[in-house]
């Protein structure tokens, strides 16, 4: 298929402004949110919070201290969550319980608008991944194989408490290198989404990924954006879901179905990698993960199919 000069400058433009109108999205609330959980972490008062998770963590098998990793991931990432947890004494019995939990619920500010925006219940979808994070890590406190608690994993001091300045230089410096790579990334991915568009390839990839799609109880139109979310994650890859859904090629509904399924399981490739660098064990990272989700977008359905509607945005 050839493309005239004038065609060409239209997909620029258009990629332009679905990557400006995305990048802008994201890090309006991103850089907010995490300046914000900065400045709770320097000035100790997200220790204090993680004091009211303790109970839960006990419960959970986990040691109390184990909360300021799940608060960390959280209302951050899970960057973030492992910064916290290389500084705690954990076995892999509580490294790995605790990985899911992050994995299914980290970011929870950013993701859940970005969810919003796609047709969901912001109450809903956060609840959602509190509740399944908890629930998972409950389950598989009781699943995991006893010598996993015998595996030393990290044996470090507390986390060190720096001076103000010095703690906003080095969120700053952070904070860029994470703007610079959300927006190269939704630069390659908007590219990527523009030329499937034009070369007719959508079909085309509904139809290879089409079965797994209906196993996970989605519509197969929505291939291109499970394999956007499972490669680069929720926050990068929102844009092509965002532009898929104000472009009227995705209705409330099926954003809200899809989101079910990414709450609970997304970025498989990167946050999977992220974990497993550390000495976690893939398996327990994702099949927990990929099993929930089926779940829940199922009874979601069901849900729907009783009720005879979904809990979307209004």
Sequence with gaps: MTLSAQNLELLGRTWLKRTFDTSWFLLKIMVPVSLFVALLGWSGLLEKIALVLHPLMRILGLPGEAALVYISGALLNNYSAIAVM??????????????????????????TTVMKSLGSSATKMALLRIGVAIFTGAILNLIIPPSFAEVELFASGAVSQSAFWPMLGTWAISTLKLTGRIVFYILILMLA?????????????????????????????????????NIVGYAYGAGVIKAARDEGRMTAAQGDLFNHHAAISHSLFEDTVL??????????????????????????????????RSMAVQ
Excluded: K
């Design 86 to 111: 290389s500084s705690m004494n954990l076995s892999l019995h509580d490294a790995t319980i605790l990985a899911v939990m992050c994995l299914i619920s980290h970011n929870l500010v950013v993701e």
């Design 193 to 229: 989404q523009i030329l499937l568009e034009q070369f007719n390839l959508m079909e085309w990839l509904s139809r290879w990924l089409g079965w797994l799609m209906r196993i996970f109880g989605l519509d197969p139109s929505m291939s291109f954006l499970w394999i956007v979310i």
């Design 275 to 308: 974990y497993a660098a550390i000495g976690l064990p893939v398996f327990w990272l994702m099949v927990p993960r990929l099993v929930l989700s089926l779940a829940v977008v199922w009874a979601e359905r069901l849900r729907r199919s009783v009720l005879g």
